[in-house]
């Protein structure tokens, strides 16, 4: 295992924040990862399902401390397996993956939950297009403003570049977008059970954060 430091610019403040340390995620990563997410995904699934008296983890009913606790635990499997005999370095880029990870599923969906209640005590908005406007607005906010707040954590002295949000991290925004409509309580996310997609997309985010470098 290598791990490069590639200078972009003159030993400057901005050659200084495009210092990187990577190195090519291999087969080990990627078990080591799955693993883990899978583990931190499917325990707190079963402690929930004891608890709600319930034999079919696959059949939790979700709320929002539910969904938070089902992402963090899969985001801690996976990044946990993850360093497992890994450099210094590596440990610490798969720790703040974790914490983008985390804000990233975790943080839009507190705002999307608090949108959702301003729309719901609203005569104008406590409707299906109000509450879809609710959930739009409030992914929008809560994944910007979670990229920045783990950015913030991460690099308190802003000395390397930000981590921008991707087209992947995007597609991992769906549980916040589950999550949300059966928060809402729409009829047809009842009917199709579309919360039993949340855990594999939780452990989906675990996998990622696990296995970046």
């Not at 059949?59 to 963090?72: D, F, H, N, T």
């Not at 804000?103 to 949108?115: E, F, H, Q, Y």
């Not at 991460?154 to 995007?170: A, E, G, I, S, V």
Request: with cysteine.
């Amino acid at each position: 295992m290598t791990i490069g430091i590639n200078y972009t610019y003159p030993e400057t403040f901005l050659g200084r924040r495009n210092r990187t340390y990577t190195r090519d995620v291999n087969t080990d990563d990627k078990i080591k990862a799955a693993i883990g997410s899978a583990a931190g995904t499917l325990y707190p699934m079963a402690y929930m399902a004891k608890k709600q008296g319930i034999k079919n983890i696959f059949k939790l009913k979700y709320g929002l401390p539910e969904m938070v606790l089902i992402s963090a635990a899969s985001i801690v499997g996976g990044v946990a397996a993850g360093m497992i005999n890994e450099s210094e370095q590596a440990q610490k880029n798969k720790l703040k993956e974790g914490v983008f990870m985390f804000m990233n599923a975790s943080v839009p969906a507190w705002v999307v939950a608090g949108a959702l209640k301003l729309s719901e005590s609203s005569k104008n908005f406590n409707n299906i297009p109000g509450k879809i406007l609710s959930m739009a607005g409030g992914l929008l906010v809560g994944m910007y403003g979670a990229a920045a707040l783990s950015n913030l954590i991460c690099d308190p002295k802003d000395r390397h570049p930000d981590r921008k949000l991707t087209l992947k991290d995007c597609v991992a925004n769906i549980d916040d977008a589950i999550g949300v409509l059966v928060l809402a309580k729409f009829p047809f996310a009842s009917k199709l059970h579309i919360e039993r997609l949340l855990p594999a997309i939780y452990a989906y985010c675990g996998y990622r954060a696990g296995k970046s470098n």
